[in-house]
């Protein structure tokens, strides 16, 4: 069913304000997910402590990610961030053999490289794969550094610096044929491209609920394959991983037989309350629909700034791009700004400009930011 993406931009009160081009660092905020908010608060206000409804709030966020990434809730572990779900998946590897050995990409968020840094003193050897000369990564570049003692190979799915989206399907082929596992950072995807864990053969994907799943901060989640679950006992723990978690038992660790295991402390409670909404949002509208559309807005905002002399660094082709368009600047930081001061919400990394963009973006909004950056251009093109 095709979507009146027109009506939709009425239930985001910002939109009629700014142009908001910036749902790869923080999504605009729906009617419905503020009212998410003011209902945990109602509960807060005149029920207290309201734990059954909160614990069910908790595993609709699990049932709702499942089905957003066709995967079983079984497998998908409730965090309160990328770096949780990372912390615990690592603390359940071993680096003590040969396969101690885990690739990542120079297109990596930092800490999709910092935490696997972090387990060199436990035997891990982590290896970047760089850029090629013209600024991207194909997949013949991991497949000298992936080998027989690769562990895990984890790589961004689109890379938050320029918008290029790495061939998760090459990769996954060479990690296959090397026996190593796959963990995708999802997080610049999630939410804006139709992803499909399955299809994608990954064995563990991160994402969280801040950027294009329309939440909030403090939550995401883990997908771990079921086959993979059971042989890994995270040693970052906590009552909420644990089989019966009203058991309170003291005496043993007893990890969930569910990816819940990756899990630790209390469930970030009010933030589930607006993941829930934000997701409901999402799946009601369609991934399909919005990554067909989010390739349309960033095509044409590619091709206009073309038309005006000032070209992305993002790769032209639908199947090598995500929703973040990124623009080279002599001053990113201070381009940024000004456009700010004209209402046009972007964010900024290394040189670049992004404008990242939602279904709830429309043609007028790329016309609103080419304009402004042709306007900008003299003070702030490349150079
Ligand atoms: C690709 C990617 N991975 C990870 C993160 C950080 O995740 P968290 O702060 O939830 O650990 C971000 C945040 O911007 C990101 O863009």
């Given at each position: 069913?095709?979507q009146n993406?027109?009506?939709l931009?009425?239930?985001?009160p910002?939109?009629q304000?700014?142009?908001?081009?910036n749902?790869g660092?923080y999504?605009a905020?729906a009617?419905?997910?503020?009212?998410?908010?003011?209902?945990y608060?109602e509960?807060?206000?005149l029920?207290?402590a309201n734990?059954?409804?909160?614990v069910m709030?908790?595993?609709?966020?699990?049932?709702?990610?499942?089905?957003l990434l066709?995967?079983l809730p079984d497998?998908?572990?409730?965090t309160?961030s990328?770096s949780a779900?990372?912390n615990?998946?690592?603390?359940a590897?071993?680096?003590?053999?040969?396969?101690?050995k885990?690739v990542?990409?120079?297109?990596?968020f930092p800490t999709n490289?910092?935490?696997?840094?972090a387990?060199?003193?436990?035997g891990?050897r982590?290896?970047?794969?760089?850029r090629a000369?013209d600024g991207y990564?194909?997949a013949q570049?991991?497949?000298?550094l992936i080998?027989?003692?690769t562990?895990?190979v984890?790589?961004t799915?689109?890379c938050?610096?320029?918008?290029?989206?790495?061939?998760?399907?090459?990769?996954v082929?060479?990690a296959r044929?090397?026996g190593a596992?796959v963990l995708l950072?999802?997080?610049q995807?999630v939410?804006?491209?139709?992803?499909d864990?399955?299809a994608l053969?990954v064995d563990?994907?991160?994402?969280?609920?801040?950027?294009?799943?329309?939440?909030?901060a403090g939550i995401?989640?883990?997908?771990a394959?079921?086959?993979?679950?059971?042989s890994?006992?995270?040693?970052n723990?906590g009552?909420?991983?644990q089989?019966?978690?009203g058991?309170m038992?003291?005496?043993?660790?007893r990890p969930s037989?569910s990816a819940?295991?990756?899990?630790?402390?209390?469930?970030?409670?009010?933030n589930?309350?607006?993941a829930?909404?934000?997701?409901k949002?999402?799946l009601?509208?369609?991934?399909?629909?919005?990554e067909?559309?989010?390739?349309a807005l960033t095509?044409r905002?590619?091709q206009?700034?073309?038309?005006?002399?000032?070209?992305?660094i993002t790769p032209r082709e639908?199947e090598r791009?995500?929703a973040?368009?990124?623009?080279?600047?002599?001053d990113?930081?201070r381009?940024?700004?000004?456009?700010?001061?004209?209402?046009?919400?972007?964010s900024?990394r290394d040189?670049?400009?992004?404008?990242?963009?939602?279904?709830?973006?429309n043609?007028d909004?790329?016309e609103?930011?080419?304009?402004s950056m042709k306007?900008?251009?003299g003070?702030?093109g490349?150079?």
């Amino acid at each position: 069913m095709e979507q009146n993406y027109d009506a939709l931009r009425k239930e985001f009160p910002v939109l009629q304000r700014k142009t908001y081009l910036n749902s790869g660092s923080y999504c605009a905020l729906a009617n419905e997910v503020r009212e998410a908010f003011d209902a945990y608060m109602e509960d807060r206000l005149l029920v207290g402590a309201n734990w059954d409804v909160w614990v069910m709030k908790n595993e609709s966020v699990r049932n709702l990610t499942a089905s957003l990434l066709r995967a079983l809730p079984d497998e998908i572990a409730v965090t309160a961030s990328v770096s949780a779900g990372l912390n615990s998946l690592a603390s359940a590897l071993q680096f003590t053999g040969t396969r101690n050995k885990v690739v990542v990409s120079d297109f990596e968020f930092p800490t999709n490289a910092q935490i696997w840094h972090a387990q060199e003193p436990r035997g891990a050897r982590v290896v970047h794969v760089p850029r090629a000369a013209d600024g991207y990564i194909p997949a013949q570049a991991f497949e000298n550094l992936i080998d027989e003692q690769t562990q895990l190979v984890a790589i961004t799915h689109v890379c938050f610096r320029n918008g290029a989206k790495l061939d998760i399907p090459g990769i996954v082929r060479l990690a296959r044929a090397k026996g190593a596992k796959v963990l995708l950072d999802c997080y610049q995807s999630v939410g804006s491209l139709d992803i499909d864990v399955k299809a994608l053969d990954v064995d563990f994907a991160v994402g969280g609920m801040l950027k294009y799943l329309l939440g909030t901060a403090g939550i995401g989640f883990l997908y771990a394959k079921a086959s993979c679950v059971q042989s890994l006992v995270p040693t970052n723990s906590g009552w909420f991983a644990q089989s019966n978690i009203g058991a309170m038992d003291i005496t043993a660790n007893r990890p969930s037989a569910s990816a819940r295991r990756f899990e630790a402390g209390t469930p970030p409670v009010v933030n589930c309350y607006a993941a829930e909404a934000g997701l409901k949002m999402l799946l009601k509208i369609g991934a399909a629909g919005i990554e067909k559309r989010n390739y349309a807005l960033t095509r044409r905002c590619m091709q206009r700034l073309e038309e005006i002399g000032w070209p992305s660094i993002t790769p032209r082709e639908d199947e090598r791009r995500g929703a973040t368009v990124a623009v080279p600047s002599r001053d990113a930081a201070r381009l940024a700004a000004e456009l700010m001061k004209l209402d046009i919400v972007t964010s900024h990394r290394d040189d670049n400009v992004r404008a990242s963009f939602h279904f709830y973006n429309n043609e007028d909004d790329v016309e609103a930011f080419v304009a402004s950056m042709k306007a900008l251009r003299g003070s702030f093109g490349p150079g």
